[in-house]
């Protein structure tokens, strides 16, 4: 079994910066994406970026474009997510995934591992 572990979430103020951490854990798991994701209350989880492991090519939803940036660290077989410039409108529950096999990665349904979440809360 494979756990992701997020870390890295907190309160700040529009302009600001946060770093999120996503950790696996369990049995060697590198997979073929690590996707971040969010959800605001009443509202879907929506797409925000995604690598993929072994190239390491990655993929922005258009907010989050210019300002967040997506890395990973194979040795420690964690992903990142630097945001920075952050908005009001970021403030959500932002959510690490990984996906096992090659496929579509901006669709949740298509991971197969999640984290149990960070709240990210960007004041005004």
């Known amino acids: 079994q494979v756990q992701l572990v997020e870390s890295g979430g907190g309160l700040v103020q529009a302009g600001g910066s946060l770093r999120l951490s996503c950790a696996a854990f369990g049995r060697t798991f590198s997979g073929y994406a690590r996707g971040w994701f969010r959800q605001s209350p009443g509202k879907e989880r929506m797409f925000v970026a995604a690598?993929?492991?072994?190239?390491?090519?990655?993929y922005y939803a258009d907010p989050a474009k210019g300002r967040f940036t997506i890395s990973r660290d194979g040795a420690r077989n964690t992903a990142y997510l630097q945001m920075n410039g952050l908005k009001p409108e970021d403030t959500a529950v932002y959510y690490c995934?990984?996906?096992?096999?090659?496929?579509?990665?901006?669709?949740?349904?298509?991971?197969?591992?999640w984290g149990q979440g960070t709240q990210v809360t960007v004041s005004s």
């Open positions: 995934a990984a996906r096992r096999a090659i496929g579509l990665i901006t669709t949740p349904g298509q991971y197969d591992y």
């Open positions: 690598i993929l492991w072994s190239g390491g090519e990655t």
